[in-house]
C-alpha cells in the first residue's frame, strides 16, 4: 500500500466518521426536540391544571359590572326596609306603652271596684 492509499482510506474513513458523527448530531437534536416537546406539554398541562379556576381580567370586569349594580340596589332596598322597621317598631312601642298606661288604670279601676263590692259584704 502506497501513500495515496493510506490517504485514500483515511478519507474514506473520516468520510464515514463524520457521517457516522453527523448521524448521532442529527438523532441527538432530534431527541433533544422530543424531549423538549414532552417537557414543554407536561408544563403546559400542568399551567392548564393551574389556570383552569382563574378568570382572566376582562372576564372579572364583566362579572364585576353585572354583579355589582344589582347587589348595590339590593342593599339601598334592605337599608330602606330597615328604616321602615325601625319606624314601625317605635310606632308599635309606644302603642303598646300607650295600652298599658290604659291597662293600668283599667285594672285599677276594676280592683277598687271590687274592694268596694268585698267591704259592703259582711261575710267573707
Known amino acids: 500500500m502506497g501513500v495515496s492509499d493510506k490517504l485514500f482510506e483515511f478519507g474514506e474513513t473520516s468520510a464515514q466518521n463524520r457521517q457516522a458523527l453527523l448521524n448521532h448530531t442529527q438523532h441527538i ?20 391544571e393551574k389556570t383552569k379556576g382563574f378568570a382572566l381580567n376582562k372576564e372579572l370586569k364583566e362579572l364585576y359590572e353585572r354583579v355589582v349594580p344589582p347587589v348595590a340596589a339590593m342593599e339601598e332596598v334592605g337599608r330602606e326596609m330597615k328604616a321602615q322597621v325601625d319606624r314601625v317598631e317605635a310606632i308599635c312601642w309606644e302603642f303598646d306603652k300607650t295600652l298599658m298606661n290604659k291597662a293600668s288604670k283599667v285594672d285599677v279601676m276594676g280592683v277598687e271596684q271590687k274592694l268596694r263590692d268585698y267591704l259592703k259584704r259582711d261575710e267573707f
Open 29 to 48: 437534536t432530534e431527541m433533544k426536540k422530543k424531549l423538549d416537546d414532552v417537557v414543554s406539554k407536561r408544563k403546559f398541562n400542568s399551567l392548564e
